[in-house]
């Protein structure tokens, strides 16, 4: 157990393709890119925020 090869990579993608359907990936990744992006906007948000200003904002 440990790395995936080429053979089951390959299996992955078959079978993802099955279940979704070819027209249904494009929207899936779209999804989830969108979703990553707006997960590392809030981690940056939350970095630059100084703790006085969170501190205000939980208070609200």
């Given at each position: 157990?440990?790395?995936?090869?080429?053979?089951?990579?390959?299996?992955?993608?078959?079978?993802?393709?099955?279940?979704?359907?070819?027209?249904?990936?494009?929207?899936?990744?779209?999804?989830?890119?969108?979703?990553?992006?707006?997960?590392?906007?809030?981690?940056?948000?939350d970095q630059?925020?100084?703790?006085?200003?969170?501190?205000?904002?939980e208070t609200k």
């Amino acid at each position: 157990m440990g790395r995936l090869g080429l053979t089951e990579i390959l299996v992955i993608v078959g079978i993802v393709i099955l279940l979704f359907g070819g027209k249904k990936i494009p929207e899936l990744m779209k999804g989830l890119g969108s979703g990553i992006k707006e997960f590392k906007n809030a981690a940056k948000d939350d970095q630059t925020t100084p703790p006085a200003k969170k501190e205000e904002e939980e208070t609200k």
